[in-house]
């Protein structure tokens, strides 16, 4: 029973569905019918007019996100354990041409505008230091918790202040949305966000992300640089029709809930193991190097975080029997 | 009906069951099961051990090759027209570092190892000038035209006595295989090819094609550029299923097969208006302004490639009806 | 008797006189009296608020000011024997992050606005093509010829209207309002310049050039990009010294009119064997190899351009019995 | 009195004469005859072949060993405050295209080899993170500290074990010779170091540092390299007699024997207000804000390095009575 990755999840059915009604002849690269409706479907979604991008990966959703917001000779700050610093093999750098990564420390990987504004107060303002031109921030984070509108406000506050671009990972945002209760629009540029990376690929997707500016003016950048970083897919609807499945009847909503729970689940079944609270689909639990061997070989499968912690992410697909016995075995321990 | 692009033709049933069949849990990026396929399915195909990379776009294939291939500093040899040069947004340049592609002329968007010995020769040998480091030729060529062996093997000649790597652009590989009916070893890697992008997109796949590394010390640094430039699917069983489908029982050739014969449909309906001879499945025609309205007014759909001239494509599923319909209103112009 | 290059000659006396007089402690970078001057120089000189770089390289002063005028996806439109298409070693690329130079053809080096129209033209404004963001013009041009103010009011026109940025490569701008007889302002700024790349080295400096913006606001990214690049030398004041003796009573003219004396003076030699007008410190000229050989036992040195033609430069301190001789030397072929 | 930077010192009256000597007629770029001295000067001193390259500042030095030593997608190892990181303005991702400077601690700017090997291992060696190709460690330091061979060869150790090329930002190379009184040769290539960045500029020269290649076939690379960044001086020749002259009779060691020996004479003053031993030419002490305002009041300049330290930089030109006199003012504090 996995407990890894939502990466390693199944497509969702209608997804696949939706991937064979769109498998006939129409235009190419991003001219067809599918691909035409995503501004309007996220505009709606977000309660203002913006420009939606499809693009395969997470990793390539990001950079493109950052190169639009940052000059190849500026800096990006973000926590120092973000996805974009410590798993995406130097890609800002490769996308923005050349930009810093500028480390912000925080618990559950979650940076708090009274740290970011004292990172952003330390650089020098010369040209021998590397000046800040972006924020990037995960929600739901790398470490399982998720920002409230308060606090992305008041980094895009800052953001605001300091003339900073504000990206959103979102890579979880269906989660963080979930958890919160707050909605697409709050969550992000009421609060100062200028650019989400909206993740669909965890969620049920099967090769599907969508970038979503909130300041249009950044599209045509984006356009260029999808293209020219090979990710202008020939036959773009298969990605456009996922997303659209996706958003349909709030397909992305109902399997971030269902995931949610069954991190809940596991969550309840051992409170004072957590290192953090549970805000989305992953748990952080404190395990002996024994209790984990147990768990192990009980046909438990997961991702050893560092020493004396897992890590356990639930997918959409698994708030029933698997994570209920995985419950029970925590408890057990 | 629709000449227009192969790009915009569906995706073969084959190819949406692979995926459907691949559509369950396993490992992230390309620990799963078909994807540890590939490199055993293409060195059987090509008679050699390989190493085989999923990638989702031709762009992006081309490119990642060509960063194994050429340092930032250094030239990369192609043809004028060819895609890397005039329709990839800059991609070589981005993902190289800043590669100088050098142009070389050819009738057919081919190159003769002739034209290509005299600009190796013509370049200074000093630090003032970019030195070529790589050659790029396209097979079959967007021209519609078929590298045969020998051809490529003189080419392979040079790119060897002067230390360049050799890329071949195949993202036409299996119409330029059928077309010439020599085998896929003969025409890259025992001519002298290090890298073949080997297309299956515009073929009958969805959205993946392969780079097939005939070099396997370039696969170290080809994992590491596919990642950072974004291009490491989470799901990537999705793409290497798909790969994997159009392998078994030589789909690959016969949607070819049936592509070449289509635009020989056409071309026999108009011998005396080639531009070139045709030997894959492009068809470029001269037509008045008037001839090219009268067709489209008949219903069919092309691209303008230059003044008096037309271009066709026929796709893996147009060997049929409107084929011959086409090809009819041709002839009776 | 070196007609070789310009590159070659002496720093003037008087350059050598101003380092050692600001070989003193003063601030490090440019923050000492000297440095702090150009801008306000400068400003005199061209009759408008400029700001005013110093660079000890003339490709990197053309690189920084392309790398200000185009984004890294973006095209440089130049003449096909550009300084930064042919000699650079792949420079603008470099300082721009990849952008693409696009290749315009004419006479003596020269492009004229007619010809540069219709490539702006022939571009497809799709995203699969690079699009171009400047213009690169050289003056005098690489083959000694000079624009004059009409001429580059017609290719700024163009800029304008296409919303390109224009960059004048003035490695020899000396040598050309000599020539012209057009000010400083009316060659550049009044005529669409956005930025200039003026030349001292070639005209007397040991190792200073000036970057100049007519758009201020392209000051604080050419700043950033000079440190990026190493060229914010640390004891800067040393390279402001040069330019403002350089300055100084126009010796910077009386420098350029002996250079371009000195070249008419071989021009008139044998005017039927000119390949161009020589309108500037570069002559070009078609001799047998047999003449040239000829020339050389006599102790000439010079550059063969091209099968049966010489270049001869002539340097500011060369407007006197070595030019004299060579005259005659021609004369007499 | 200024003890702010060892920058805004002026160049030795030596290194001046060096460059009226070579202003005469020569080969442009680096053919002339003291550019070809250079390899053997170093060699000579450096008990080695070596091949060495004239740059301009110590910015572009270590950028374009960095480049030679790093590709694109590597890291490089490095001092949270070595001056690539904190003073660069990022020309460490320019030059390398977006290598990644992975930050190591360390008391006085000085990494150990434990720390270095931790940080090393604690790398995951996959796809997803950056993987460390390079080393960069700056001596004498950034904070007055000098390595001695033993340390510099821990480090080449690790370097040689884990395939990572050793860069050595050597801006003060000269102090630290002096300091611990080692050979060239032992703190260098026989202790491990691929490339050194010898610095001259704040050592006497005006504007030339030394690049030393210890691995000869890293030259054609850094040879392009330097052209591509704009750093190919026409006039190299007035460069390379900058550094010869320094050579010459060892003037190098006598100027960092003054400067070191002037900054032992402010060490002596207040051995208690030391961050630091003062192994080279720089001083951190102690002091309050009033004591620093005191200090300034008798006409000391010098940097507030952090609240409640200052930081003292002697010159080449300063081991006499403003030194005294500033010891006297810090003893009397």
New interface residues.
């Given amino acids: 029973m ?1 407990f ?2 939502d ?5 969702h059915p209608k997804v ?1 569905k939706a ?2 009604a769109a ?7 991003d001219g067809d019918e599918w691909s035409r409706r995503l501004d309007g479907a996220f505009s709606n979604l977000f309660e203002t007019q913006v420009r939606a991008f499809w ?7 990001n ?1 493109l996100a950052l190169a639009a917001l940052c ?3 500026g ?1 990006i700050l973000c926590h120092r354990d973000a996805h974009i610093e ?6 800002p ?3 923005t ?4 990564l500028m480390l912000v420390d925080g618990p559950g990987e979650k940076i708090s505008s009274e740290t970011l504004a004292a990172t952003v107060e330390s650089i020098r303002k010369d ?5 800040p031109k972006a924020i990037s921030i995960t929600n739901a984070t790398y470490g399982g918790l998720a920002y409230r509108t308060s606090e992305v406000a008041a980094i895009g506050e800052i953001a605001k202040r300091s003339g900073l671009g504000l990206h959103m990972d979102g890579a979880r945002f269906a989660n963080a949305v979930v958890s919160t209760g707050e909605s697409p629009a709050d969550l992000t540029w009421r609060s100062g966000v200028d650019a989400l990376s909206f993740g669909f ?2 969620n049920g997707g ?2 599907a992300e969508a970038l979503i500016l909130f300041r249009p003016e950044l599209a045509e ?1 984006v ?13 773009g609807r ?2 456009a029709a996922q997303i659209l499945a996706m958003l349909e009847d709030d397909l992305w909503l109902d399997n971030a809930r269902a995931a949610n729970a069954a991190a809940q689940t596991l969550a309840n079944a051992a409170p004072g193991r957590l290192s953090h609270p549970v805000e989305a689909n992953q748990v952080f639990l404190k395990v002996t190097a024994d209790e984990a061997a147990d768990l192990r070989a009980q046909g438990f499968d997961f991702y050893d975080w560092k020493p004396g912690e897992i890590r356990l992410v639930t997918g959409w697909d698994q708030n029933g029997p698997a994570t209920d016995k995985l419950a029970s075995a925590i408890a057990a321990l």
Avoid: W
């Fill in positions: 996995r890894f990755s990466n390693a999840a199944p497509a696949l991937i064979a498998n006939r002849i129409d235009t190419a690269y693009v395969s990966t997470g990793t390539a959703t950079c000059p190849p000779y800096g410590v798993d995406e093999a130097g890609a750098a490769f996308f041409g050349g930009a810093k040209v021998h230091q590397v000046q690929t965890k099967l090769n950048e356009a260029v640089y999808r293209k020219r970083s090979g990710h202008l897919l020939s036959k298969m990605l």
